[in-house]
């Protein structure tokens, strides 16, 4: 009679796994906004536009910067690629001539509903048919990770 084992994963292993984890929801994501034919977009953008998604109105790249937790060089990459492909927009602040205000043009909203589609599809993929708790507690896992490098 065969007992099973318990697999022992290699701890010291565990970036290049969370890597590994990354490359493989990029590739879904490239391939779900090739195949709707969204150009201009690649995965490193979505939490700019998901923040942008739920404005009302154009925010300063400041606030954009503090929500997404990236560094102002990289946010400020992203806004100049998806201004430049036509999905936001950057105006001057006339309270601060140094601000900048960034919002969504109506080809940017336009990428709503592909975006939460594609978000949904990874998901889906990334969860399977794990259970809500494990869901839960992978959450908390992954919050603790964070936290502990960012010491």
Same mark, same amino acid.
């Given at each position: 009679m065969?007992?099973?084992?318990k697999?022992t994963?290699?701890?010291?292993g !565990?970036?290049a796994?969370?890597?590994?984890v990354r490359?493989?929801a990029?590739?879904i994501?490239e391939k779900?906004l ?8 690649v995965?490193? %953008? @979505?939490?700019v =536009? ?7 109105? $154009?925010v $300063?790249?400041?606030? =954009?910067?503090g929500q997404i937790? *990236?560094v102002?060089?990289t946010?400020?990459? !992203?806004?100049?690629? =998806?201004?430049? %492909?036509g999905? =936001?927009?950057?105006q ?12 969504l043009? #109506?080809k @940017?909203?336009g990428l709503?509903s592909d975006? #939460?589609? !594609? ?6 993929r990334v969860?399977?048919?794990m259970?809500?708790s494990d869901?839960? *507690?992978?959450?908390e896992?992954?919050? #603790?990770i964070?936290g502990?490098l960012?010491?």
């Amino acid at each position: 009679m065969k007992t099973k084992q318990k697999r022992t994963l290699d701890q010291r292993g !565990i970036i290049a796994q969370l890597a590994r984890v990354r490359e493989a929801a990029n590739l879904i994501i490239e391939k779900e906004l090739h195949d709707r034919g969204v150009t201009g977009i690649v995965p490193a %953008h @979505g939490a700019v =536009l998901s923040y942008l998604f739920r404005q009302q109105e $154009p925010v $300063p790249i400041k606030s =954009l910067v503090g929500q997404i937790g *990236r560094v102002k060089s990289t946010v400020t990459g !992203i806004v100049n690629t =998806l201004e430049r %492909h036509g999905y =936001l927009f950057k105006q001057e602040c006339d309270l601060d001539a140094r601000s900048v205000r960034i919002g969504l043009t #109506e080809k @940017g909203r336009g990428l709503q509903s592909d975006f #939460e589609a !594609i978000s949904r599809t990874v998901l889906d993929r990334v969860f399977g048919d794990m259970p809500e708790s494990d869901r839960q *507690r992978l959450m908390e896992l992954l919050a #603790e990770i964070e936290g502990n490098l960012n010491r």
